[in-house]
Each structure stands twice: as structure tokens, then as C-alpha cells.
């Protein structure tokens, strides 16, 4: 499988969000309850251990898609805030309040404009956004400042030394990769990733002042890729290589 890459520079904010709005409803409804087999297995473990006991604590869901995710954390007994710019993915996930009436505050708004949150939280959560924004800086800033002081943010992104693994691996056997100090962007089904080395997130971090709690690169259980395997081939890469990388830092 050949990716082609694009750099970044010409994109705007607005043109992604305008292709987020043409995720299928159908791709939004497979989500439920708890994601995708990616969430389910390696993403929402490592987030809710990161996190702790979110019972009575004040989350907010920054990118929130579909809402899954802060439907999990209402769940657990967080007073939810979600954010999205996106406005078929926030109808849908304000659809499921109206149902299950958990206490969810969807707003809908850009994470990279101002977003008069600032100290509210104790804890932000910002789980595969960052790297789907080609202007990413603000969106991280407003993270930071939404949060109160000693306050925890969680980021997750496609882990970027291996963003292509499933399909590397069932084209060669093992995993390769080139341009890794670069950024660029790239081609997915309903709109693309933007590649850049990981050191750039953790150094915009410090300089907002957070300091590193935890670095996590989840891996598969063998179980898991096992019950998989028959219907993605390649899965067992998973147990090998990390295919996501999960950043807990606190608020200094």
C-alpha cells in the first residue's frame, strides 16, 4: 500500500472541520458504546487509568467527535464539558443526551479560538484531535489554559514513528518508515492526519508549562489480536509496535 504524503501549510482549520461535517452517520452509530476496536482495546484503558477516579471532578472532552467518550466519562460520575467544531458530529452527540439526559455540556466551538473556559477543569482530555488539526497550536493552548492550576491534561495521538502500521505490516512483514522528522499531511478516508515527531508535542507542552507525568505506548494483547486476526489481517503488529501514544502532563 503507497501512502502519499502532503505538507501541511495551505490547509486551514476551517477546510478540516468542513470535512469532519461529512462523517457518515453510520460511522458515527458503529462507535457506540465505546469506540472502535482501537479505543476499545488500547485507548480507553490507558486514558481512565491516566485519569484516575473522575467521580465529582469537572472533565473536559476537548474534540469530543461523537461523544463516546464523554458519554464513558458521565458514566463514571465527571461533570462533563465537551467541545466540537464540527456540527454533525456535535448533533449527533447531543442527539444522545437528549436520550440518556447524563448532564453533558456540548459546546459547539473551535478548540484553537478562545474559549472562556480558562481554570475550569480538572482535567482536560484531548484524545485523537490534535494530530487531525493543521493548526494545532491554539487548540493546545486552550487545552492548557481550560485547565486549573495542578490540573491534568491527557492527549492521545497516532503514535507518530508509527502511524502507517497496520497496513506496513501486511505489505512487508514488519514496519518501515521515512521522513519521520518532517511534517506533512496525510490522505484518510474522511479527512486527513498531519504527521509530526512526537518531541513537537512534548516540547510545546513544557513550554505552556506542564510538566510530563507519563508517556504511554500501548501495545495489543495477544488475546486480542487473536479474537481479530481472521478479520484484520496484520493485527498481531499491534502486540510488537505501539500504534498510539498517550501523554499525561500536569498543569505547573
Known sequence: MTTHHRTTHHRTNRAAIDQWNTYPRAAMEAMEPEGDFAKRHLLNPVLFRLLGDVRGRRVLDAGCGQGYFSRLLADRGAHVTAVEPARALLDYAREKEAERR??????????????????????????????????????????????????????????????????????????????????????????????????TYLNELAGLGCRLRELAEPGLSAAAARDAEPTTPGIESYTQLPNFAVIAASLE
Open 102 to 199: 447524563q448532564g453533558i455540556r456540548y459546546v459547539h466551538a473551535e478548540l484553537g479560538q478562545p474559549l472562556a473556559m480558562e481554570g475550569e477543569f480538572d482535567a482536560v482530555v484531548c484524545s485523537m484531535v490534535l494530530g487531525t488539526v493543521p493548526d494545532w497550536k491554539p487548540a493546545l493552548r486552550s487545552c492548557v489554559r481550560a485547565l486549573r492550576p495542578g490540573g491534568l491534561l491527557v492527549i492521545s495521538l497516532n503514535h507518530p514513528a508509527f502511524e502507517q502500521l497496520l497496513s506496513t505490516w501486511r505489505t512487508h512483514g514488519a514496519y518501515r518508515i521515512h521522513r519521520y522528522l518532517e511534517e506533512y499531511e496525510i490522505p484518510q478516508t474522511h479527512a486527513p492526519d498531519y504527521h509530526r515527531p512526537l518531541s
